[in-house]
């Protein structure tokens, strides 16, 4: 059977606006819309080519991805933020959801979710955060297998995504 990440990678990207980091300065979104850093992601590796997101990273041995993206300005979305999350759920299938939790990022309120489902026929579990500051939405989006392998990822992913802040 084909990695998981090797084969659903091009298209998530496709269809996602996302990203993941690693070393501070790696983690500084410069060229991204909006100006912000996760917490560190140690053991994933940066996908070079993001598509269009700001950062992807993977992590092979678990088949993981985490993808964050900023859209401000003109890309801007003033929605809910659970329908920012339905916008990330476009393309998964059979979608079930198993966690839907408000928090504070960088002084804002934010969402973050779970979400069971399929993607290209293979069972996956979705994670999500979102939110918006300074006219922009960022994203930021775990996928993985579903189990053991997603719980693993999901450590890595919170503690990133807690970490973010706004560089403004």
Partial sequence: MRHLSTFMLPAILAGSMLVGCASK???EARDAEGSYELGELPGWERVKDAGGADYAWTKPSIGASIFADSNCGPRY?????EDLVDKQLAGLREGEAILSESLTLADREALRTRHLGRLDGVPIELGTT???KHFC???VVLIAPRGKHFEAAWVDYVSAVDGFRTTL
Avoid at 77 to 81: A, N, V
């Fill in 130 to 132: 979102v939110l918006k």
């Fill in 137 to 139: 939405t960022y994203d």
């Fill in 77 to 81: 979305e003033d929605s809910k933020l």
């Fill in 25 to 27: 300065a790696e983690r």
